[in-house]
């Protein structure tokens, strides 16, 4: 797409925004998508599955609010298009919210006692992170475990936080989602992974 979209062009021309669903993820950084009443049940399933929040769009208020955000879409794999949003317009979702915030956490328990208290993490051997090894890898090189990177379950599907759990060996890893921690570790070769920014941690979306 030669041109960058506007906002205005997020929507198609007979959306009619019914429901926004938000939520934290990933320490904190704030994520939220509008649906319209067709999407309805889908968005709310997604929202329970990806530990978010629902507000349905009443109030001009909300419907304001609703305008500023992306149109979101159902995933074949039952998850929804969520995207960052500001931490500006986040703060005015909140209000809107229930006050108990519940927040999907990463849990990583590692099957072996020897890697979890080694505190080694060789990129080339087979091997098991634990939550408190995180980190950021520059370039796709620096993969290993604990990296935290972006995986896909496939075209259209989007790109999500996930964990390096294991090196498999031959450049296959086994991760984690961050955001869905109760969902089946997965396997994907190192080619098949994309990074994040390494200031990401810092960012103001």
Known sequence: MGNALRRADLFTPDFDPAIIVCG???????????????????????????????????????????????QGRIFGSGRAFVPFVSRQLYAELEKHIPAVVRTAKLKVVAASGDAAGSGKTPPASPGQAGTDKVNMPKDWASIKLGSMVLASEGRGEGWYESVVIEVKGNDVFELKWLDWPEEPAFVRHRTRLALLHPGIGDETP
């Open 24 to 70: 934290r993820a990933n320490g904190g950084k704030p994520h939220a998508s509008v649906f319209d009443a067709g999407s309805r049940v889908g968005a709310e399933t997604a929202a329970a599955i990806m530990n978010m929040h629902v507000i349905p769009v009443g109030d001009d208020a909300i419907k304001a609010l609703a305008g500023k955000l992306p």
